[in-house]
């Protein structure tokens, strides 16, 4: 039989309120007595009821995350580094953490909003659909802080925490630019989202500053997958006879990379390739990848640390957060 706390306060000699006191931490109760409930719990082998000890403190000690990962990207690699590093950092300060999946779907994503809000959580950690996102002023109204990672919603204000794409790019094709390359095809997945749009912007910076014209026939923009990538790099090599490609994200670099092995152009004597994220794989290729490195890790222990700080002061004016991407030059370059 399950012990209650009422069986708790006739082990200790105290009231059930004393008990209540200890386990919340609600009431000044003497070290004396603390240990005897405390040794009372422990012989028998109490449990407090968290979901009732939430109810009365209206705390949970529960984060939630939602990330928009889709079945034919390979991004789930990437957002379930970003988790890991939240993860880790709620650990530290007894926090737990649910995970969502919103699959870039701007209604899943609401529908996941209304459920988290029927339930008791203390902060949300998003990365937001492409969409605008004005409909959180209404649904939010303040009753939990919320972090923006990855992407900087449209329509709505609060602290992001993001990693410098832009200046990750703009540095890749600086590189190329310097190499001798003058035709650079740049491959990317919609644009309309803070990740796609800075490093399309790091592109263009890029050719502008080093004294190139743009040559919009030379950028390639559709739905992130593998056959896009595969059928844009084509383009790019047989129509555009492109010497270099910058894939702005990594299904599309894999799409890139299995165009040139099928057509057997040579990397990087033909094509010099450089891709956006580094996992093992793109250090096995033949040859192994040039990338934009992200700290996806890093990512989510910043995006914890911010909430944590917003829960315990919810007055201070929102920030933006920006880590820094590295580029990593193998021999693809």
């Known amino acids: 039989m399950t012990a209650s706390m009422k069986d708790v306060a006739e082990r200790a000699e105290v009231s059930t309120a004393t008990v209540s006191h200890v386990i919340n931490n609600t009431r000044y109760v003497s070290e004396e007595i603390r240990q005897r409930v405390l040794q009372a719990m422990k012989e028998l082998n109490y449990r407090p009821n968290s979901i009732a000890r939430s109810l009365r403190s209206q705390k949970s000690n529960t984060i939630a995350l939602i990330v928009p990962i889709l079945v034919e990207d390979t991004s789930s690699?990437?957002?379930?580094?970003?988790?890991?590093?939240?993860?880790?950092?709620?650990?530290?300060?007894?926090y737990n953490l649910i995970l969502s999946n919103s699959n870039e779907n701007l209604e899943t994503e609401k529908e996941q909003i209304r459920t988290l809000n029927s339930q008791l959580i203390d902060g949300l950690i998003i990365a937001p659909t492409a969409e605008?996102?004005?409909?959180?002023?209404?649904?939010?109204?303040?009753?939990?802080?919320?972090?923006?990672?990855?992407?900087?919603?449209?329509?709505?204000?609060?602290?992001?925490?993001?990693?410098?794409?832009?200046?990750?790019?703009?540095?890749?094709?600086?590189?190329?630019?310097?190499?001798?390359?003058?035709?650079?095809?740049?491959?990317?997945?919609?644009?309309?989202?803070?990740?796609?749009?800075?490093?399309?912007?790091?592109?263009?910076?890029?050719?502008i500053d080093n004294g190139l014209q743009m040559e919009f026939s030379l950028i390639k923009e559709t739905e992130a997958t593998y056959k896009n990538g595969y059928e844009l790099a084509k383009k790019l090599v047989t129509e555009e006879k492109v010497t270099a490609i910058f894939a702005a994200n990594n299904v599309m670099t894999i799409g890139t990379l299995k165009l040139l092995q099928d057509m057997d152009i040579k990397i990087p004597e033909q094509v010099s390739v450089i891709g956006f994220d580094d996992y093992d794989w793109t250090r096995i290729t033949t040859p192994p990848l040039s990338v934009?490195?992200?700290?996806?890790?890093?990512?989510?222990?910043?995006?914890?640390?911010?909430?944590?700080?917003?829960?315990?002061?919810?007055?201070?004016?929102?920030?933006?957060?920006?880590?820094?991407?590295?580029?990593?030059?193998?021999?693809?370059?």
């Open 77 to 94: 690699f990437f957002f379930m580094s970003v988790a890991q590093g939240i993860e880790n950092t709620l650990k530290k300060h007894g």
């Open 292 to 333: 934009v490195k992200q700290f996806p890790f890093d990512l989510g222990t910043k995006a914890a640390e911010v909430l944590l700080s917003r829960i315990s002061n919810r007055d201070n004016q929102y920030k933006e957060y920006r880590l820094p991407t590295e580029l990593v030059l193998r021999k693809s370059f």
């Open 132 to 207: 605008e996102h004005s409909y959180l002023n209404e649904v939010l109204n303040g009753a939990y802080p919320v972090v923006f990672i990855d992407r900087r919603p449209r329509g709505i204000e609060g602290d992001c925490v993001l990693s410098d794409g832009y200046r990750g790019t703009y540095d890749a094709i600086t590189k190329l630019i310097d190499k001798g390359h003058k035709k650079i095809g740049f491959i990317t997945g919609p644009l309309g989202i803070t990740t796609s749009d800075e490093r399309f912007e790091g592109y263009k910076r890029a050719i």
